[in-house]
């Protein structure tokens, strides 16, 4: 089965601090996504990548960022954190057709 | 612009009866589309695909979905809903750009089955 991982199910930070969220999945993926889930808006893309040290700028990049150092592994980044970034994140690994899904991260920003 | 919409928040259903999750989408060219499922503090899962072929696909946990080209819709429907079936369920579709792709999702539909 492929798995994806995430760091952290839940995770609570000040307002201004630098927030990493980790991402690795099992199955050589080429593809990476990371979304925000909230409530009535559904999920949407943050970024992505289709390579290692590969990224595009999904639907709501402003306030992230991300790396892809290798294959395996994609990490979302908030350079400084905001509370309108309170959120569930969810990573999820593609290589064509279906993605598969981490279980999340709720993040609370103080 | 390519999109989804799932017209409904919230679809109430008893044990047993038929349940239908509407979704309508909106793209240029063939349209690749997804269901995926969420059950409570969970990731999402994936329960069947629309690529080609026949217009009934078959997915896991029961489940099917009808692509209509004509009424652009692709709703997700089982015969006799389960209490497990109780969950958030997204319709999405692949968007093509710049030599990858993206997914565009719903806003998902609630589905509560009640015994």
């Known amino acids: 089965d492929v798995k994806v991982t995430q760091s952290s199910r839940y995770l609570v930070k000040r307002t201004g601090e630098k927030v990493f969220l980790e991402c690795v999945q099992d199955?050589?993926?080429?593809?990476m996504f990371w979304y925000r889930q909230d409530p009535g808006l559904g999920l949407r893309l943050i970024y992505f990548s289709y390579d290692v040290k590969m990224k595009e700028k999904g639907d709501i990049p402003e306030g992230y960022s991300v790396s892809r150092e290798k294959k395996e592994r994609f990490s979302l980044i908030l350079e400084s954190a905001s509370t309108n970034q309170t959120s569930m994140y969810l990573c999820?690994?593609?290589?064509?057709?279906?993605?598969?899904f981490g279980p999340g991260t709720r993040l609370t920003v103080t | 612009a390519q999109s989804v919409a799932q017209p409904e928040d919230q679809v109430n259903v008893a044990e047993g009866n038929p349940l239908t999750v509407k979704c309508t989408y909106s793209?240029?060219?063939?349209?690749?589309l997804f269901w995926y499922v969420q059950y409570p503090n969970r990731g999402l899962q994936f329960l069947l695909k629309?690529?080609?072929?026949?217009?009934l696909v078959k997915g896991s946990y029961g489940f099917e979905a009808e692509f209509n080209k004509s009424q652009t819709s692709f709703h997700l429907k089982k015969p006799s809903a389960l209490v497990s079936d109780s969950a958030l369920y997204f319709c999405?579709?692949?968007?093509?750009?710049?030599?990858?792709?993206?997914?565009?999702f719903g806003t998902g539909t609630r589905l509560k089955v009640l015994a």
């Open positions: 629309y690529i080609t072929g026949d217009n």
């Open positions: 999820a690994s593609s290589s064509r057709g279906e993605q598969y």
């Open positions: 199955m050589d993926h080429e593809n």
């Open positions: 999405a579709v692949i968007r093509a750009t710049s030599g990858t792709y993206k997914y565009i």
């Open positions: 793209v240029s060219g063939n349209p690749y």
